[in-house]
């Protein structure tokens, strides 16, 4: 099986995969009937993973380019390399919070009071943060209702913790508080892990009734 092969083939098991956690968070929303409330690294993890099959086809084609003395490919393979480290890097700072799918601007808001005031973080709403005045730090938070989500996150590092056991607070008061659920979310996920996985089927159905993956170079 030659290299392109073994590329589609990754490719494959990655999208098949991130497509079955989307159709998972979709389902999880309409069987549990609550908001879901999730680290959002754990997306990063799989945006980064649609990276990898491309970095490692470039390490492996590395090879058949040295003898050809050309400069180009030869550096590829590294630029791929410390392209996907900035990826890690910026992804690792700027998805350290937590995203809430399945609300609305008043259920977020609910469940968020109640988690501070469980926990009792004294705090300040302005209009784009919320400012934990007992810890000196400042609560980025989004909400966007028509699609159902929230995300917090606690830009300063030394208090990143605090998101953890507010996100816990919070899914808390789902557990144990009538909800009116936002399932648009959770309808985007569905279809999107569906689409993947379908993608990925008919795809490889494509390369098998032409022979592709037995076709011999």
């Known amino acids: 099986m030659d290299i392109m092969k073994w590329f589609f083939i990754l490719y494959g098991i990655v999208m098949v995969a991130i497509g079955l956690y989307a159709f998972g968070i979709g389902a999880w929303g309409f069987v549990k009937k609550r908001p879901l409330i999730v680290a959002a690294r754990q997306l990063m ?17 590395l090879p058949s380019f040295w003898g050809r003395g050309d400069l180009f490919f030869t550096i590829i393979p590294i630029i791929e390399i410390v392209a996907l480290v900035l990826l890690v890097f910026i992804f690792w700072r700027q998805m350290a919070g937590y995203m809430i799918l399945g609300v609305s601007d008043e259920t977020f808001r609910e469940a968020l009071v109640s988690a501070l005031n469980k926990l009792n973080l004294p705090y300040q709403e302005t209009i784009s943060k919320i400012k934990l005045t007992g810890l000196g730090a400042d609560m ?33 008061y789902y557990k144990n508080n009538p909800v009116k659920v936002n399932n648009s979310a959770f309808i985007v996920y569905l279809l999107l892990g569906i689409l993947m996985i379908v993608f990925v089927v008919v795809v490889a159905f494509g390369f098998f009734g032409s022979g592709f993956l037995f076709r011999s170079y």
């Open 45 to 61: 993890w799989f945006l980064l993973a649609i990276y990898v099959p491309q970095t490692i086809q470039a390490f492996v084609s």
């Open 140 to 172: 980025q938070v989004v909400v966007a209702s028509w699609t159902g989500t929230a995300q917090i996150r606690i830009k300063q590092w030394r208090h990143v913790r605090y998101t953890k056991k507010i996100a816990l607070a919070m899914d808390d």
